[in-house]
């Protein structure tokens, strides 16, 4: 499976911004997808998932703020991002996974490039 995110990019605080991923290869042996994000210094940590039925998880620091969301004809998830704040700048990860839902990062099988989110004050 590969995953390719696109969307990143600078954006002012209170702005939006989306992303996009596209996973190709084996993506009928996906199930879960999602998004993580890591700030220079810091772990990367959740932003958000969605199951292949679409039921979204979001970690609490953006609930509200961002939406995921998923086309399975296309094999791809969205990320809306919407009133952003300067500490939502870091890389952006897309990630897949088969099996069982999960929040936990380290359940994530298969990772895109990152694409960055920079948000100024």
């Known amino acids: 499976v590969q995953l390719q995110a696109s969307g990143g ?3 002012q605080a209170g702005g939006s911004l989306n992303l996009t991923c596209v996973a190709s290869g084996s993506i ?3 199930d879960d997808m999602g998004w993580f994000r890591q700030a220079p210094g810091k772990e990367r940590e959740l932003v958000a998932t969605i199951s292949r039925s679409g039921t979204p998880n ?3 620091s953006v609930k509200g ?9 296309e094999n791809t998830v ?3 991002m919407h009133s952003l704040k300067p500490e ?10 088969r099996g069982a839902p999960s929040t936990s ?6 990772w ?7 948000v100024s004050s």
């Open 9 to 11: 990019g600078l954006a």
């Open 28 to 30: 009928t042996s996906i």
């Open 58 to 60: 979001y970690a609490h």
């Open 65 to 73: 703020r961002f939406t995921i969301s998923r086309n399975n004809a």
């Open 78 to 80: 969205y990320l809306q």
């Open 88 to 97: 939502d700048t870091a890389a952006y990860y897309c990630a897949a996974k």
């Open 105 to 110: 990062r380290d359940a994530y099988e298969y």
């Open 112 to 118: 895109g490039q990152g694409t960055q989110v920079t």
